[in-house]
């Protein structure tokens, strides 16, 4: 099994949080359609024929092609790769986009999930972070994808924003569950280096909230969304019970997976390679025949490292068997002996074979996995 992902780069403004690639140039949207339908056909071997189980439509801001461009896409993807077994479809939107007519448009097409991001319902806060929707535009965006017959909906929420509140947050949850949806991402706000938010924060324009805010602000997303009868299913994700991400799962449990559009990254389980990341840049490349990505062949000590990143991120966590089994007895020893301090700290749990994260563990769990990864002397 395999998956794919398509990256979409175009959005009409942009947040002041986000570095992803992303471009505000909607003019090169023909060109671009043509790009990324030629990388797909050239691209066609890169899975060696697995079956297609999942297909994510990301960006940027997928919501703003128009349903000539969505035909397109799922032609080639069909033509190409195959569709007849795929389970999920994803798309990203921007609640702004979601008119009736475009919720309806959407539920014509193959979409059978929708992720939609929200990140706050406050809207002021909205406004900070030149979101383009407000909280009333969210939850109607949701009732039209209702209407349009969706049953598999994500939300995004980000916590620790600035002016962050124990009041806030809580009436963000509060909200988010009152939607009803099928899965939630929550995600710590960032400060990426190079985003207007970032300098923002240099010049003290805003300030950053603290540890021990942080980690009420995690505790009440869990306890909230368990009271609510949402799976933590992995650090970021909770669904109902079945309704995980599949696609996004696919990522945490090394299956391989083709990512076309720029700054995507693909993995074959041998090696990952990944696209320049400037949409121009990648337009003109694809127009000469020439594929832009760069290369890097996976050893066994990188192998492993990945696993252990992934598969903690999980409830299900890392499979000690499997270690032995792919990486060999040296780097499992190597693994039971860094997880013992955090195992006697009640960081980590062994269970039926499995080393997870505990609710103690989740919320320092880059360092955990930075201590567990292999590194060389």
């Given at each position: 099994?395999?998956?794919?992902?398509?990256?979409?780069?175009?959005?009409?403004?942009?947040?002041?949080?986000?570095?992803?690639?992303?471009?505000?140039?909607?003019?090169?949207?023909?060109?671009?359609?043509?790009?990324?339908?030629?990388?797909?056909?050239?691209?066609?071997?890169?899975?060696?024929?697995?079956?297609?189980?999942?297909?994510?439509?990301?960006?940027?801001?997928?919501?703003?092609?128009?349903?000539?461009?969505?035909?397109?896409?799922?032609?080639?993807?069909?033509?190409?790769?195959?569709?007849?077994?795929?389970?999920?479809?994803?798309?990203?939107?921007?609640?702004?986009?979601?008119?009736?007519?475009?919720?309806?448009?959407?539920?014509?097409?193959?979409?059978?999930?929708?992720?939609?991001?929200?990140?706050?319902?406050?809207?002021?806060?909205?406004?900070?972070?030149?979101?383009?929707?407000?909280?009333?535009?969210?939850?109607?965006?949701?009732?039209?994808?209702?209407?349009?017959?969706?049953?598999?909906?994500?939300?995004?929420?980000?916590?620790?924003?600035?002016?962050?509140?124990?009041?806030?947050?809580?009436?963000?949850?509060?909200?988010?569950?009152?939607?009803?949806?099928?899965?939630?991402?929550?995600?710590?706000?960032?400060?990426?280096?190079?985003?207007?938010?970032?300098?923002?924060?240099?010049?003290?324009?805003l300030n950053e909230v603290d540890e021990d805010s942080s980690l009420r602000f995690?505790?009440?997303?869990?306890?909230?969304?368990?009271?609510?009868?949402?799976?933590?299913?992995?650090?970021?994700?909770?669904?109902?019970?079945?309704?995980?991400?599949?696609?996004?799962?696919?990522?945490?449990?090394?299956?391989?997976?083709?990512?076309?559009?720029?700054?995507?990254?693909?993995?074959?389980?041998?090696?990952?390679?990944?696209?320049?990341?400037?949409?121009?840049?990648?337009?003109?490349?694809?127009?000469?025949?020439?594929?832009?990505?760069?290369?890097?062949?996976?050893?066994?000590?990188?192998?492993?490292?990945?696993?252990?990143?992934?598969?903690?991120?999980?409830?299900?966590?890392?499979?000690?068997?499997?270690?032995?089994?792919?990486?060999?007895?040296?780097?499992?020893?190597?693994?039971?002996?860094?997880?013992?301090?955090?195992?006697?700290?009640?960081?980590?749990?062994?269970?039926?074979?499995?080393?997870?994260?505990?609710?103690?563990?989740?919320?320092?769990?880059?360092?955990?996995?930075?201590?567990?990864?292999?590194?060389?002397?």
């Amino acid at each position: 099994m395999a998956a794919i992902y398509l990256h979409i780069p175009f959005c009409k403004t942009r947040c002041i949080y986000c570095d992803f690639c992303s471009t505000t140039r909607t003019e090169l949207k023909e060109r671009y359609m043509d790009a990324l339908c030629k990388e797909l056909e050239m691209r066609r071997d890169y899975l060696n024929g697995e079956t297609v189980r999942t297909v994510y439509l990301g960006g940027g801001t997928p919501s703003l092609l128009n349903a000539t461009d969505f035909r397109r896409l799922f032609q080639t993807l069909d033509a190409v790769f195959g569709l007849q077994a795929a389970e999920e479809i994803t798309l990203e939107v921007n609640p702004d986009d979601i008119s009736e007519a475009y919720a309806d448009m959407l539920g014509a097409l193959p979409f059978n999930r929708i992720s939609m991001g929200i990140q706050t319902f406050d809207d002021t806060t909205l406004k900070l972070l030149n979101r383009r929707h407000n909280a009333r535009q969210a939850m109607e965006a949701v009732r039209r994808l209702r209407h349009a017959g969706f049953r598999n909906l994500s939300i995004d929420l980000i916590y620790g924003l600035p002016g962050e509140t124990d009041d806030r947050w809580k009436r963000d949850l509060e909200q988010a569950i009152a939607l009803d949806v099928e899965h939630i991402s929550a995600y710590h706000l960032t400060y990426e280096e190079g985003t207007p938010l970032y300098r923002m924060l240099q010049e003290h324009r805003l300030n950053e909230v603290d540890e021990d805010s942080s980690l009420r602000f995690f505790n009440m997303l869990m306890d909230s969304l368990a009271s609510a009868g949402y799976v933590h299913y992995e650090i970021s994700n909770f669904c109902k019970p079945g309704l995980h991400s599949r696609h996004n799962s696919s990522y945490w449990q090394g299956i391989p997976y083709l990512g076309c559009g720029p700054s995507a990254h693909s993995f074959d389980i041998r090696s990952r390679q990944w696209n320049d990341a400037d949409p121009e840049r990648y337009i003109d490349a694809m127009e000469q025949g020439i594929c832009p990505f760069h290369t890097e062949q996976l050893d066994n000590t990188t192998r492993y490292n990945e696993y252990v990143m992934t598969r903690l991120r999980t409830c299900q966590g890392a499979c000690m068997a499997e270690v032995i089994r792919l990486f060999g007895n040296a780097l499992h020893r190597y693994l039971q002996q860094n997880a013992t301090p955090h195992l006697q700290a009640g960081r980590l749990q062994e269970e039926n074979g499995y080393l997870r994260l505990t609710r103690q563990g989740i919320f320092v769990s880059d360092d955990i996995i930075s201590d567990l990864m292999y590194v060389e002397a």
